[in-house]
């Protein structure tokens, strides 16, 4: 049987090929970034294949001219994304719209092949005729403002003719429509994309007028005690037409009302991670509505309060949306017996551009009561460490030198949750950029096993990086089972291959030795820790309910309250829960996502009890930041003569960021479990109790504490720190610098982590933010080194900056952590015991040497 003609003609073919190298090539456009002089080379490409098959064109016969310019329209299309790279006509196209285009457009190519098709797919191409016929009306109405501008650079390079293509699209639909009588079919399709469409826009200005309501609402009636953003973060719908209110003007383009529909005035004014995106339905719907009054910063607050993405909504000095993590450079030390461990970490950040300048973000999260202990870039081929300093010096002298100046700085800023994040600059044009970063954390235990976590992080992508990994375990860690890929035996392992984010290590939990750290006549050392209880009698239940909550919790948990009053907190007040409003009140509370509770409005804390369970969503207290809320709160932490909150959360490890952050500063009295532990807690009247003092520190995940202790005073570097009886001879100063040094066995993290956590501790009572006026806190971050609420690390180009911004390097602290530092540092009459035994050893040998050479 032959074949039909039109199924093997060889200049259908070759055009058909043509358009598939386009696509192609298109594909590849998508792993580069945006603007760099590769995009300008695809672009070219995509406009030479189309205009050259266009040219071609006037070769063909004439029958077959018509198929053949459809196939040149689609090169033309396609290469309107590749020049949209470059340009930013549109911006990022949406993926759903994306996927939209794939899925339809192939109908076009049917049309030559009508005559052929069974009637049921004759009526499918219809209707996906009508579905792509909607999506090119739109592309072309938004390009309309163009059309002025296009028409005259036609005799130019020609690049203007890719306006007109979503026009002939139609053009070419609805010709092929009309010969081939797929009008019903094609309508269908019409009906059916619109209705999609209103239904999006009514359901979009509903949450948009929703917004608009609840945070009017709550400026005008509200009792000015939280921001009027906080209630909506807490009612609204979370779905993604809400995810698009709120990112409009943000993310997604939006007309302005004063110009066309289609303005290309209405770019976002702020920026979500460094993105702009184009949503067609975002911009039809922001159209028949007025213009959003709720502020892009109160917006961003709202999706970082309710999406947990705090690392996107990071203020930018500079753009890092081309910037993408190329290599990844893991190296761990282990100390089990010590449940300690420290984390080296190298990235190298890549720019692809062909110019400017980019700034990269990195947002790390820590183990809880972790810390940063060493930065470093690297600047003109030189790895340059860290100084610390004040959190304002720092941020002072980075926002100088990179917005002002364009030089090289980094710095690492401590953040609420357990979370740090590090701004690198600059990313040059086609070029890479390092920098490293030290983390001590504690490992945690659970069943009897430790567990050591990768320290994952938020920044330019990873997705295609290479790393390096290795572990070093320190001391006795028992049989252990490597994670997954790790290579190696006993007490190394080590990895290559593409970065994996999540991977940890379980090891069986040890026996903590005796064991010291000394430095400036201090000493520290860890101790196990198990939680304690003591009496305490609970009068009055609070309960902070909200979505998280379920009808059977509360309910159990009102009955093992038996005659205790029970309050919540709804509409900026404390309600006594009764057997009458009990289901009203759950109502109310549960259509709340998240929950705030203030803390200073509960009274005679010393007999109440504060029961939560929540999600991992919700405001930080940095972002009640000027509230009076916080200032209220800030005053009830700063009276030390009230006694500590009792909190127990139900909710297993998750807390809210406003409740996490206030456990950090250990705000509270702290247990967590289920509706037993309540049971037995309330059954036996008994608490945790707080064991933690200026000395000694707890971080109760690892179930350790660390203890500070203060050396003895040496009255004489050369008697008084040797044991009575034992002379001054040589021999046995050298054995006393021994045992001493047998004594100081622990690594320096000890005293890291206890001052990490003993600000922590300090600066929860009245939630301090500045190092004015805690002058002895910041000398204690100075001197261990470590990022915290109070100080950051900072790297500049020059020593010049440092004296100008009066940053200076504390030559007593511990500096920056690294590997090749694993014990404590000696004491100043320590180092004179060695250099004595030293001397006295070489005066012993030249003696004995020249009575030799006497005899």
């Known amino acids: 049987m032959e074949e039909h003609p039109k199924l093997t003609h060889p200049t259908y073919l070759a055009y058909l090929v043509a358009l598939v190298l386009s696509f192609l090539?298109?594909?590849?456009?998508?792993?580069?970034?945006?603007?760099?002089?590769?995009?300008?080379?695809?672009?070219?490409?995509?406009?030479?294949?189309?205009?050259?098959?266009?040219?071609?064109?006037?070769?063909?016969?004439?029958?077959?001219?018509g198929d053949l310019f459809v196939l040149v329209c689609l090169m033309y299309f396609v290469s309107c994304?590749?020049?949209?790279?470059?340009?930013?006509?549109?911006?990022?196209t949406t993926p759903w719209f994306a996927i939209y285009l794939?899925?339809?457009?192939?109908?076009?190519?049917?049309?030559?092949?009508?005559?052929?098709?069974?009637?049921?797919?004759?009526?499918?191409?219809?209707?996906?005729?009508?579905?792509?016929?909607?999506?090119?009306?739109?592309?072309?109405?938004?390009?309309?403002?163009?059309?002025?501008?296009?028409?005259?650079?036609?005799?130019?390079?020609?690049?203007?003719?890719?306006?007109?293509?979503?026009?002939?699209?139609?053009?070419?639909?609805?010709?092929?429509?009309?010969?081939?009588?797929?009008?019903?079919?094609?309508?269908a399709g019409l009906a059916a994309g619109l209705a999609v469409v209103a239904v999006f826009c009514v359901i979009y200005n509903q949450r948009a007028g929703e917004l608009t309501r609840i945070y009017n609402r709550q400026q005008i009636q509200g009792a000015g005690l939280l921001p009027a953003w906080v209630e909506a973060a807490q009612r609204l719908d979370k779905d993604a037409v809400t995810e698009r209110v709120l990112k409009s003007g943000i993310v997604y383009k939006e007309p302005l009302m004063n110009f066309s529909i289609f303005s290309f005035d209405a770019m976002p004014s702020r920026n979500w991670e460094g993105k702009l995106e184009h949503d067609p339905l975002v911009v039809i719907a922001t159209y028949a509505r007025p213009r959003m009054t709720v502020p892009d910063a109160e917006r961003m607050k709202i999706l970082e309060a309710m999406y947990n993405k705090r690392h996107e909504g990071e203020e930018r000095l500079w753009s890092g949306r081309s910037l993408y993590t190329s290599y990844v450079s893991t190296r761990v030390r282990i100390w089990p017996e010590l449940?300690?461990?420290?984390?080296?970490?190298?990235?190298?950040?890549?720019?692809?551009?062909?110019?400017?300048?980019?700034?990269?973000?990195?947002?790390?999260?820590?183990?809880?009561?972790?810390?940063?202990?060493?930065?470093?870039?690297?600047?003109?081929?030189?790895?340059?460490?860290?100084?610390?300093?004040?959190?304002?010096?720092?941020?002072?002298?980075?926002?100088t030198i990179v917005g002002v100046e364009v030089r090289d700085p980094s710095v690492v800023h401590w953040q609420e949750g357990n979370r740090v994040s590090v701004r690198v600059f600059p990313i040059e044009a086609n070029n890479t950029r390092i920098f490293r970063i030290g983390i001590t954390a504690p490992l945690s235990v659970a069943d009897h096993q430790l567990q050591y976590g990768n320290i994952t992080f938020q920044g330019p992508p990873a997705g295609f990086a290479t790393e390096e990994a290795s572990i070093e375990l320190i001391g006795d860690a028992g049989e252990i089972t490597p994670p997954a890929g790790f290579r190696g035996a006993g007490t190394h392992w080590f990895r290559e291959g593409g970065y994996r984010e999540a991977w940890s290590l379980q090891l069986p939990e040890r026996t903590i030795p005796s064991n010291r750290f000394t430095c400036k006549g201090r000493s520290f050392s860890i101790k196990p820790y198990n939680l304690q209880r003591e009496e305490a009698r609970t009068d009055i239940i609070y309960l902070d309910v909200n979505a998280a909550w379920s009808w059977p919790e509360f309910t159990e948990t009102l009955r093992l309250a038996g005659e205790r009053k029970v309050k919540v907190y709804?509409?900026?007040?404390?309600?006594?829960?009764?057997?009458?409003?009990?289901?009203?009140?759950?109502?109310?509370?549960?259509?709340?996502?998240?929950?705030?509770?203030?803390?200073?409005?509960?009274?005679?804390?010393?007999?109440?009890?504060?029961?939560?369970?929540?999600?991992?969503?919700?405001?930080?207290?940095?972002?009640?930041?000027?509230?009076?809320?916080?200032?209220?709160?800030?005053?009830?932490?700063?009276?030390?003569?009230?006694?500590?909150?009792?909190?127990?959360?139900?909710?297993?490890?998750?807390?809210?960021?406003?409740?996490?952050?206030?456990?950090?500063?250990?705000?509270?009295?702290?247990?967590?479990?289920?509706?037993?532990?309540?049971?037995?807690?309330?059954?036996?009247?008994?608490?945790?109790?707080?064991?933690?003092?200026?000395?000694?520190?707890?971080?109760?995940?690892?179930?350790?504490?660390?203890?500070?202790?203060?050396?003895?005073?040496?009255?004489?570097?050369?008697?008084?720190?040797?044991?009575?009886?034992?002379?001054?001879?040589?021999?046995?100063?050298?054995?006393?610098?021994?045992?001493?040094?047998?004594?100081?066995?622990?690594?320096?993290?000890?005293?890291?982590?206890?001052?990490?956590?003993?600000?922590?501790?300090?600066?929860?009572?009245?939630?301090?933010?500045?190092?004015?006026g805690h002058e002895e806190l910041l000398r204690t971050a100075t001197e261990a080194h470590v990022v915290s609420p109070l100080s950051s690390l900072v790297v500049l180009e020059k020593q010049a900056d440092y004296d100008r911004f009066g940053i200076k390097d504390d030559n007593n602290s511990l500096k920056n952590a690294s590997l090749k530092s694993k014990g404590a540092v000696p004491e100043p009459h320590e180092w004179a015991l060695i250099i004595i035994a030293l001397l006295s050893l070489a005066w012993l040998i030249y003696q004995r040497k020249w009575r030799s050479a006497c005899v």
């Open 570 to 772: 709804l509409h900026d007040e404390l309600v006594d829960v009764t057997a009458g409003n009990r289901s009203g009140l759950f109502e109310a509370l549960h259509a709340q996502r998240f929950s705030i509770f203030p803390i200073q409005e509960i009274k005679d804390a010393e007999h109440a009890l504060l029961i939560t369970k929540g999600p991992p969503e919700g405001p930080s207290l940095q972002d009640l930041e000027g509230s009076r809320f916080r200032e209220e709160l800030a005053a009830c932490l700063r009276d030390t003569t009230l006694p500590k909150v009792r909190l127990l959360n139900l909710g297993g490890n998750n807390l809210s960021p406003y409740l996490q952050a206030l456990k950090e500063s250990r705000a509270f009295r702290y247990e967590q479990g289920g509706l037993l532990l309540l049971k037995v807690l309330l059954s036996t009247n008994k608490f945790a109790v707080d064991t933690e003092t200026a000395d000694r520190v707890v971080i109760d995940q690892a179930q350790i504490a660390i203890v500070r202790d203060s050396v003895q005073p040496v009255k004489s570097a050369l008697t008084d720190t040797l044991p009575a009886g034992t002379g001054t001879s040589a021999n046995a100063m050298e054995q006393h610098v021994a045992a001493r040094d047998n004594e100081t066995n622990a690594p320096d993290h000890l005293m890291r982590l206890f001052a990490y956590n003993h600000i922590l501790r300090e600066t929860g009572k009245g939630l301090i933010t500045t190092a004015a």
């Open 81 to 92: 994304f590749a020049l949209n790279r470059v340009l930013n006509i549109l911006h990022s």
């Open 339 to 399: 449940r300690l461990s420290y984390t080296e970490k190298a990235f190298t950040v890549s720019n692809p551009e062909s110019w400017g300048n980019q700034e990269a973000i990195y947002t790390f999260q820590l183990p809880e009561g972790a810390t940063v202990s060493a930065l470093s870039l690297w600047i003109n081929g030189r790895e340059e460490e860290a100084v610390l300093t004040t959190k304002e010096k720092a941020d002072t002298a980075y926002r």
């Open 25 to 65: 090539l298109l594909l590849i456009g998508q792993t580069l970034g945006s603007n760099n002089e590769r995009q300008v080379i695809l672009a070219f490409a995509h406009h030479i294949i189309a205009t050259a098959a266009l040219l071609c064109l006037w070769f063909a016969k004439k029958e077959n001219r």
């Open 102 to 187: 794939l899925v339809v457009t192939p109908s076009l190519l049917l049309f030559r092949y009508m005559s052929r098709l069974p009637a049921w797919a004759r009526v499918l191409t219809g209707v996906f005729a009508g579905l792509a016929l909607l999506a090119y009306v739109y592309l072309a109405l938004f390009l309309l403002p163009l059309y002025p501008i296009s028409i005259p650079a036609l005799f130019a390079l020609g690049f203007s003719i890719h306006t007109f293509v979503p026009a002939v699209l139609c053009f070419i639909v609805g010709a092929a429509l009309k010969r081939y009588r797929l009008w019903k079919s094609a309508l």
